[in-house]
């Protein structure tokens, strides 16, 4: 059971927007910055997103992040093939001596 | 170019120990914090613990503290993760994973090895 939860599945078509939502808590989301990472088949997870809504360099502006609260989504627009893959985010959690914490992933289908 | 190569998996039997490097290059080690994230086979991310850039702050997961011992050797730039008394539920791939920050708190991962897989099997 993981501390953030995501659906465990996503999907849409080429050139369709799809957003994935990520729940937290007050320790966690809404206290501190959400990161988001993408995990293509077979290989380490690549940072996506940082500080809520910020893109690393190489990173196309079709992804997006968003934080509300204690909750935070990742929007993906113009969808292509290659955006395929599993999505994690992740915060740190200030309870007890502090932790990080990630979502359970979610799976994300291109049509 | 940022480099993170682990080494030290393999397939151990419940209860014993087993040892994970992690060897970094292109970048300044002793400027950074470090971490060991793990995934078990078809699932998700989990932390595992995290070094500050002089070790003067650890963090480790509730599911392996009092088993799990991080350290660096910032002469030798390199990460290390010393693992006793294992289960087979720490079956799993465990990745080397560079921090922005020079602590384990705050900031965030932004590069991974490609992990080293530790099997533990009665």
């Known amino acids: 059971q993981s501390v953030l939860t995501q659906p465990p599945s996503a999907s849409g078509t080429p050139g369709q927007r799809v957003t994935i939502s990520c729940s937290g808590s007050?320790?966690?989301?809404?206290?501190?910055?959400v990161y988001w990472y993408q995990q293509l088949p077979g290989t380490a997870p690549k940072l996506l997103i940082y500080?809520?809504?910020q893109r690393p360099s190489g990173v196309p502006d079709r992804f997006s992040g968003s934080k509300s609260g204690t909750s935070a989504s990742l929007a993906i627009s113009g969808l292509r093939s290659e955006d395929e893959a599993d999505y994690y985010c992740?915060?740190?959690?200030?309870?007890?001596?502090?932790?990080?914490?990630f979502g359970g992933g979610t799976k994300l289908t291109v049509l | 170019e940022v480099q993170l190569v682990e080494s030290g998996g393999g397939l151990v039997q419940t209860g014993r120990s087993l040892r994970l490097s992690c060897a970094a290059s292109?970048?300044?080690?002793?400027?950074?914090?470090m971490h060991w994230v793990r995934q078990a086979p078809g699932k998700g991310l989990e932390w595992v613990s995290g070094?500050?850039?002089?070790?003067?702050?650890?963090g480790y997961a509730d599911s392996v503290k009092g088993r799990f011992t991080i350290s660096r050797d910032n002469a030798k730039n390199s990460l290390y993760l010393q693992m006793n008394s294992l289960r087979a539920e720490d079956t799993a791939l465990y990745y080397c994973?560079?921090?922005?920050?020079?602590?384990?708190?705050?900031?965030?991962?932004?590069?991974w090895g490609q992990g080293t897989l530790v099997t533990v099997s009665s």
């Open positions: 070094i500050s850039w002089n070790s003067g702050s650890i």
């Open positions: 994973v560079k921090h922005t920050g020079v602590e384990v708190a705050g900031y965030y991962f932004d590069y």
């Open positions: 500080r809520n809504n």
């Open positions: 992740a915060a740190w959690d200030d309870s007890l001596s502090g932790y990080w914490v």
């Open positions: 292109g970048f300044t080690f002793d400027d950074y914090a």
């Open positions: 007050s320790s966690n989301i809404g206290s501190n910055y």
